[in-house]
């Protein structure tokens, strides 16, 4: 089946005709508002206002090819090649996690601790120095970055083509990270100089057990990079383990770390850090009331 004219009022008909039976109603308006927000910069209130409008053939296509891969499972953000996360903008693609609320929660957490310490215990005359581990598309040093300018903020991952693209939204969103490629888990010692510590360092690592793939989504399973998102059964909590070895060592005294979990193994991960010297380790509900932050301090 093809768009039956160029009017805009036929392709709001078509995209619900094509989609209704696999998204629900609200989501597909909502992917409808996104396309035509991206496509022909038209505003979800205007686009029963300019229903007898018409559009280009190249612009016509573009609404082709998103109902296509929406009805391939491609998430809508992948498809316009963008994210919202915090009231900002991001670049993603298939190299790196499309940005989550979840993670949203856990950098309005750090803020607020931030902020309700006026600033910081630990503040210099230089700043904090924040770690963001496994950083993807950069969105958690990027808003934090915004949020508390006077920081000096570090970001990791693994993956070059992420960080690539985690540069290219930090130029996007004006603000200067330094990011480095790095594997956690390698025993090769942290490029940056030794006498560097950190204030804060944060994670957003692998969690999901392979066992848990059968639960989750198709357009998740089929798009999102697997790198990011799984961690072997046997043995769950590695990132964390790993990530509190290396903050023993890079974190100032009283230095604070910051995890996103598996709701899972909140009480596992709190132990383990409890065993290695972190104090004040809690676990934050997110709003859905599930385990989903850790925090705690040397």
Same mark, same amino acid.
């Given at each position: 089946m093809r768009i039956a004219s160029n009017k805009i009022a036929d392709i709001v008909r078509f995209f619900r005709d094509e989609l209704k039976d696999l998204y629900d109603k609200d989501e597909l308006e909502t992917f409808i508002e996104y396309c035509f927000e991206e496509f022909l910069n038209i505003k979800r209130n205007d686009i029963f206002l300019k229903s007898a409008d018409t559009v280009s053939e190249s612009e016509l296509l573009k609404f082709n090819f998103a109902i296509k891969d929406l009805k391939k499972n491609k998430p809508i953000q992948y498809i316009l090649g963008k994210a919202d996360f915090y009231g900002l903008k991001f670049i993603v693609n298939e190299n790196v996690l499309i940005p989550r609320q979840e993670t949203e929660?856990? @950098?309005?957490?750090? $803020?607020? +601790?931030?902020?309700?310490?006026?600033?910081?215990?630990?503040?210099?005359?230089?700043?904090?120095?924040?770690? +963001? @581990?496994?950083?993807?598309?950069?969105? $958690?040093? @990027?808003?934090? /970055? /915004? /949020?508390?300018?006077?920081?000096t903020i570090y970001a990791i991952d693994i993956s070059e083509k992420a960080l690539e693209l985690a540069q290219q939204n930090a130029i996007a969103n004006g603000v200067d990270i330094e990011f480095i490629q790095h594997d956690i888990l390698s025993e090769k010692q942290f490029v940056l100089s030794p006498e560097i510590k950190f204030d804060i360092i944060v994670s957003n690592p692998p969690y999901i057990r392979e066992i848990e793939k059968v639960q989750m989504h198709k357009n998740v399973l089929d798009y999102e990079p697997h790198l990011a998102l799984f961690v072997s059964d046997t043995n769950p909590i590695l990132f964390y383990n790993a990530i509190a070895d290396f903050a023993i060592k890079q974190l100032n005294p009283n230095g604070k770390i910051y995890f996103e979990i598996n709701e899972n193994f909140g009480f596992e991960i709190k132990l383990m850090l409890e065993n290695k010297g972190f104090q004040n380790v809690q676990i934050v509900k997110d709003i859905n009331n599930k385990n989903r932050i850790l925090r705690g301090n040397l």
């Amino acid at each position: 089946m093809r768009i039956a004219s160029n009017k805009i009022a036929d392709i709001v008909r078509f995209f619900r005709d094509e989609l209704k039976d696999l998204y629900d109603k609200d989501e597909l308006e909502t992917f409808i508002e996104y396309c035509f927000e991206e496509f022909l910069n038209i505003k979800r209130n205007d686009i029963f206002l300019k229903s007898a409008d018409t559009v280009s053939e190249s612009e016509l296509l573009k609404f082709n090819f998103a109902i296509k891969d929406l009805k391939k499972n491609k998430p809508i953000q992948y498809i316009l090649g963008k994210a919202d996360f915090y009231g900002l903008k991001f670049i993603v693609n298939e190299n790196v996690l499309i940005p989550r609320q979840e993670t949203e929660e856990l @950098v309005q957490l750090i $803020i607020n +601790d931030f902020n309700l310490n006026n600033g910081s215990p630990l503040l210099r005359s230089g700043g904090e120095a924040i770690l +963001d @581990v496994g950083t993807g598309s950069g969105c $958690i040093p @990027v808003v934090l /970055k /915004k /949020k508390i300018p006077a920081a000096t903020i570090y970001a990791i991952d693994i993956s070059e083509k992420a960080l690539e693209l985690a540069q290219q939204n930090a130029i996007a969103n004006g603000v200067d990270i330094e990011f480095i490629q790095h594997d956690i888990l390698s025993e090769k010692q942290f490029v940056l100089s030794p006498e560097i510590k950190f204030d804060i360092i944060v994670s957003n690592p692998p969690y999901i057990r392979e066992i848990e793939k059968v639960q989750m989504h198709k357009n998740v399973l089929d798009y999102e990079p697997h790198l990011a998102l799984f961690v072997s059964d046997t043995n769950p909590i590695l990132f964390y383990n790993a990530i509190a070895d290396f903050a023993i060592k890079q974190l100032n005294p009283n230095g604070k770390i910051y995890f996103e979990i598996n709701e899972n193994f909140g009480f596992e991960i709190k132990l383990m850090l409890e065993n290695k010297g972190f104090q004040n380790v809690q676990i934050v509900k997110d709003i859905n009331n599930k385990n989903r932050i850790l925090r705690g301090n040397l």
